[in-house]
């Protein structure tokens, strides 16, 4: 088996108001289930319930355990690790990797985003890139459809077994970049990998010898987490270790995959109606209103007259209405509410 890490400490500010602090994307319900709750039934392809971890942090831990136990599953207290602070996700895939080497010794763990949709099917994949993971840091690839500047892009060179040795990895390029990268025929980066703990900690010594100095397998195994946090810097896994890597090998995922990282990715991936609305548990009296994505979480009416293409988003206490287009730009909201308290 290989063993499974979710990433669950983000805080999806593109999703405001649907997404807050203390209720974020990945434990969003839009369907029956939760991102979170979908991410863990896919590790449960390849790893038993043991052997799922999860990185979050104090205030979200019992969505973890209630969502996995809402499923049916009682993930073992022990395997929700609580980060002191968020730090992204190289210090959280750190942490995660430590705990599995004390708990299980060298192992091969497949790292999991809780923010996306994916094709179950898309497991049978990841279990079988297990012999690449066995020298190479393993990344899985996505066509690209868009210049997206909000991913990681990833240039495939030769083929080695299921997949391309990579030559050259760069985190969210600018929109000129991310057109040249799309012309040469890069993949995007799924923000899922597959690492052997022993070539994961190889690579941390040489490219962030700080982190391998605070999470390394060999520092003292009682080494409270607190102080191992101080020690490093907020960064992600993909600017501290794949860009610099040359050692990363590219898998392609020709499954369904969305980041549904923003309302517009949403309305794409969700099912229209005649007019192409998209809409999600409200009463609603649409008049020549076309394309639009609308929300409410409350007991109101929604009524819409000769709009197009709008994102329309009601909370009990917040209302957002922007164009979809510009729905990468919501984060800017949560950022300018987070300075303003
Ligand atoms: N525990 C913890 N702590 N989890 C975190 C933290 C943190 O500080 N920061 C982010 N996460 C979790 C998020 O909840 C999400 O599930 C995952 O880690 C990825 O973080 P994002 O913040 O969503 O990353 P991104 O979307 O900007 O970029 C990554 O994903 C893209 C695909 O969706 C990169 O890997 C890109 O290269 C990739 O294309
Ligand atoms: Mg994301």
Same mark, same amino acid.
Request: proline residues 4%.
């Given at each position: 088996n290989i063993r499974s890490l979710i990433l669950a400490g983000g805080s999806g500010t593109r999703l405001w108001p649907l997404s807050r602090k203390h209720n974020p994307k990945q434990f969003l319900k839009l369907e029956d289930t939760s991102f979170f709750q979908n991410t863990l039934i896919r590790c449960l392809e390849v790893s038993d319930i043991s052997e799922i971890f999860v990185v979050t942090n104090d205030s979200q831990r019992f969505f973890v355990t209630g969502q996995a136990k809402e499923l049916g599953y009682d993930l073992p207290p022990e395997n929700v690790l609580i980060e002191p602070e968020a730090k992204n996700t190289l210090p959280a895939i750190s942490f995660g990797m430590r705990e599995i080497v004390k708990r299980f010794g060298k192992s091969i763990v497949g790292v999991f985003s809780s923010d996306h949709v994916l094709d179950i099917r898309a497991m049978e994949t990841i279990k079988n890139a297990q012999? &690449?993971? $066995?020298? #190479?840091?393993?990344?899985? +690839?996505?066509?690209?459809?868009?210049? #997206?500047?909000?991913?990681?892009?990833? !240039?495939?060179?030769? @083929?080695?077994?299921?997949?391309? !040795?990579?030559? /050259?990895?760069?985190? @969210?390029?600018? #929109?000129?970049?991310? &057109? @040249?990268?799309? !012309? /040469? +025929?890069?993949?995007?980066?799924? +923000?899922?990998?597959?690492?052997?703990?022993?070539?994961?900690?190889?690579?941390? $010594?040489? #490219?962030?010898?700080?982190?391998?100095?605070?999470? +390394?397998?060999?520092?003292?195994?009682?080494?409270?987490? /607190?102080?191992?946090?101080? $020690?490093?810097?907020?960064?992600?896994?993909?600017?501290?270790?794949m860009e610099k890597s040359r050692n990363v090998v590219v898998v392609r995922l020709e499954h369904k995959w969305s980041d549904l990282g923003n309302f517009n990715a949403i309305y794409e991936e969700s099912e229209k109606d005649d007019n192409g609305n998209v809409i999600y548990e409200c009463e609603n009296i649409l008049i020549n209103s076309q394309n639009n994505l609308v929300y409410s979480k409350c007991d109101k009416l929604v009524a819409l007259i000769d709009v197009q293409n709008m994102a329309v988003v009601d909370t009990p206490d917040a209302l957002l209405v922007c164009p979809r287009e510009s729905s990468q730009k919501v984060k800017q909201v949560a950022d300018a509410l987070h300075s303003k308290n």
């Amino acid at each position: 088996n290989i063993r499974s890490l979710i990433l669950a400490g983000g805080s999806g500010t593109r999703l405001w108001p649907l997404s807050r602090k203390h209720n974020p994307k990945q434990f969003l319900k839009l369907e029956d289930t939760s991102f979170f709750q979908n991410t863990l039934i896919r590790c449960l392809e390849v790893s038993d319930i043991s052997e799922i971890f999860v990185v979050t942090n104090d205030s979200q831990r019992f969505f973890v355990t209630g969502q996995a136990k809402e499923l049916g599953y009682d993930l073992p207290p022990e395997n929700v690790l609580i980060e002191p602070e968020a730090k992204n996700t190289l210090p959280a895939i750190s942490f995660g990797m430590r705990e599995i080497v004390k708990r299980f010794g060298k192992s091969i763990v497949g790292v999991f985003s809780s923010d996306h949709v994916l094709d179950i099917r898309a497991m049978e994949t990841i279990k079988n890139a297990q012999l &690449l993971a $066995k020298e #190479h840091l393993v990344t899985f +690839g996505i066509v690209p459809t868009s210049p #997206h500047t909000g991913y990681g892009y990833i !240039k495939p060179a030769e @083929k080695i077994d299921a997949g391309y !040795k990579v030559a /050259e990895f760069r985190e @969210k390029p600018n #929109h000129e970049d991310a &057109l @040249k990268y799309l !012309k /040469e +025929g890069c993949l995007w980066n799924s +923000g899922m990998f597959l690492f052997d703990t022993e070539v994961f900690f190889g690579e941390l $010594k040489e #490219h962030e010898s700080s982190f391998y100095k605070a999470f +390394g397998p060999e520092i003292d195994p009682d080494a409270a987490i /607190e102080e191992i946090y101080e $020690k490093v810097r907020a960064i992600s896994i993909d600017y501290g270790i794949m860009e610099k890597s040359r050692n990363v090998v590219v898998v392609r995922l020709e499954h369904k995959w969305s980041d549904l990282g923003n309302f517009n990715a949403i309305y794409e991936e969700s099912e229209k109606d005649d007019n192409g609305n998209v809409i999600y548990e409200c009463e609603n009296i649409l008049i020549n209103s076309q394309n639009n994505l609308v929300y409410s979480k409350c007991d109101k009416l929604v009524a819409l007259i000769d709009v197009q293409n709008m994102a329309v988003v009601d909370t009990p206490d917040a209302l957002l209405v922007c164009p979809r287009e510009s729905s990468q730009k919501v984060k800017q909201v949560a950022d300018a509410l987070h300075s303003k308290n």
